[in-house]
């Protein structure tokens, strides 16, 4: 005998649409892009993290402050490109690769 599975399960992207709306509204543009700052911050924290550097050390290598890295790794301040590459390049050495998805 087969299980029935769940009807009452939504998907993710199911629950996206439902709460910020399709991809391409407004608000689904403003949640998406949200999203990618905080993975970014995410990232740089664990690759500063992997690299054994506190915030401090990091933000002295690469020219900016302690205070500046934490707002970064806890998704309170944009972060301009160029900033960014002298963090990862410098602070981290490490290189970045972007990539473009289009919709």
């Known amino acids: 005998m087969k299980k029935k ?3 009452n399960l939504t998907s ?3 629950h996206l649409d439902k709460q910020y ?3 391409g509204t407004e608000d689904r543009d403003k949640f998406e892009a949200e999203f ?3 993975k970014l911050g995410v990232m740089l924290q664990e690759l500063r993290k992997e ?3 506190t915030q401090a050390q990091l933000a ?3 020219g900016t402050t302690k205070n500046y890295i934490s707002r970064i790794e ?3 301040s944009d ?3 160029s900033t960014l590459i002298r963090i990862i390049n410098e602070g981290l050495g490490a290189n970045l690769k972007l990539s473009v998805n289009i919709r």
């Open 5 to 7: 599975i769940n009807e």
């Open 21 to 23: 709306g399709k991809r």
């Open 79 to 81: 972060i301009r490109l």
């Open 36 to 38: 990618e700052a905080f």
């Open 60 to 62: 002295e290598k690469c």
């Open 12 to 14: 993710f992207a199911d």
């Open 51 to 53: 690299k054994g550097l």
């Open 74 to 76: 806890n998704n309170a």
